[in-house]
């Protein structure tokens, strides 16, 4: 018999457009984005209450970008949460496209 993972593990959701951060199984946090042609637009990160002040946000968001550097995809940080680790972390500056105001006009449309 397996023991649980301790270790926060971040995984993809496509179906639900989002990268969730699991803490022994149960999710503990979510960073939302929405695919425009070769740009993942990132708009929300959200960390539960109960998993506040543990890391968890800045390892999820780290993982999520990371995933999208393999995939071949740019990174667009709507989101501030995203934003502002963007500016801590250069690493992922070559995949970085600014936020214009046509990127807005359309997450608008894309989330109603």
């Known amino acids: 018999m397996s ?11 496509d179906a639900r457009n989002r ?4 803490v022994e199984g149960k999710r503990a946090g979510l960073t939302a984005y929405r ?3 070769e740009q993942r637009v990132f708009h929300h990160t959200e ?5 506040a002040g543990q890391g968890l946000a ?6 999520a970008l990371t995933d999208v550097r393999k995939s071949g995809k740019r990174i667009v940080p709507v989101c501030p949460y995203v ?8 690493e992922f500056a070559d995949i970085t496209d600014p936020v214009t105001p046509d990127v ?7 989330l109603g």
């Open 3 to 13: 023991q649980p993972s301790t270790a926060p593990v971040v995984e993809r959701a």
């Open 104 to 110: 807005r006009r359309w997450l608008e449309t894309e």
């Open 19 to 22: 990268y969730e951060i699991l």
């Open 58 to 63: 800045s390892r999820l968001v780290r993982e």
């Open 47 to 51: 960390i539960d209450d109960a998993f």
């Open 35 to 37: 695919d425009r042609g």
């Open 83 to 90: 934003a502002k680790f963007l500016k801590r972390n250069d």
